[in-house]
């Protein structure tokens, strides 16, 4: 069964650092999104891109976040300078057209900012 | 404003037992409802859904019920199993028509052999 797939599974980076979280979406999907969860706390939305653009954005997504899809296979999300509240679990999902909204979440990658 | 909110944080069960897991929301505009689990360190997983203009969807050992004129929404699950034990959110499409998953802070299921 086709899955979403993250890498890495946990990062450990200083505060004021660079990241990326990759991500591969399910081949055939065109939606995808990226969520966070810090520990303890539900599942937040953080952006959504759909042919090559970002469609829509929270307001956790600062001008610190940005996302790109750089071939046809890969998506991922980069924090240009990282904060302590940035550690969390980052969570990538995906849906296709005609199921626009089962959304299939990767396993995530652990993001730790010290 | 939209959000989506459980009444319990932790529910324990009987293997053999049904669950019932509810969730609360507050903008009646939404259309569209979706029950992930989660366990854990894995990423949520889709459970099952319902529209609004539902009242009631079916899948396997699980049924959703929506009640909108409450603005209420539960989970059943029957004959509850050990691999049912996880973290159990409700979510919302939220508005813009772009998919955003707007959800609830969770359940934790725990079941008791």
């Known amino acids: 069964e086709p899955e979403v797939t993250q890498t890495p599974s946990h990062q450990v980076t200083q505060m004021g650092q660079e990241v990326i979280l990759r991500c591969v979406p399910i081949s055939n999907h065109l939606y995808f999104y990226w969520y966070r969860q810090i520990l303890g706390q539900k599942v937040e939305f953080l952006v959504s891109?759909?042919?090559?653009?970002?469609?829509?954005k929270s307001e956790i997504f600062d001008d610190q976040f940005s996302v790109e899809r750089p071939d046809g296979s890969n998506f991922t999300l980069k924090i240009r300078s990282t904060k302590l509240e940035d550690s969390a679990m980052y969570f990538c999902?995906?849906?296709?057209?005609?199921?626009?909204?089962?959304?299939?979440f990767g396993p995530g990658t652990r993001l730790t900012v010290t | 404003g939209e959000s989506v909110g459980l009444h319990l944080p932790t529910l324990s069960v009987q293997e053999g037992d049904n669950s019932i897991i509810n969730c609360a929301y507050s903008n009646s505009a939404s259309d569209y409802f979706i029950w992930y689990k989660q366990e854990s360190g894995k990423g949520p997983q889709f459970i099952i859904d319902?529209?609004?203009?539902?009242d009631k969807r079916q899948g396997q050992r699980v049924t959703v019920l929506l009640n909108k004129t409450v603005k209420h929404l539960s989970l059943q699950i029957a004959a509850t199993q050990p691999g049912d034990s996880a973290v159990y959110f409700c979510a919302e499409i939220g508005a813009g028509g772009y998919n955003k998953l707007i959800f609830g802070a969770g359940t934790r299921l725990a079941v008791h052999p």
């Open positions: 891109f759909y042919n090559n653009e970002i469609s829509e």
């Open positions: 319902i529209r609004s203009n539902m």
């Open positions: 999902a995906s849906n296709a057209e005609g199921d626009r909204y089962e959304q299939y």
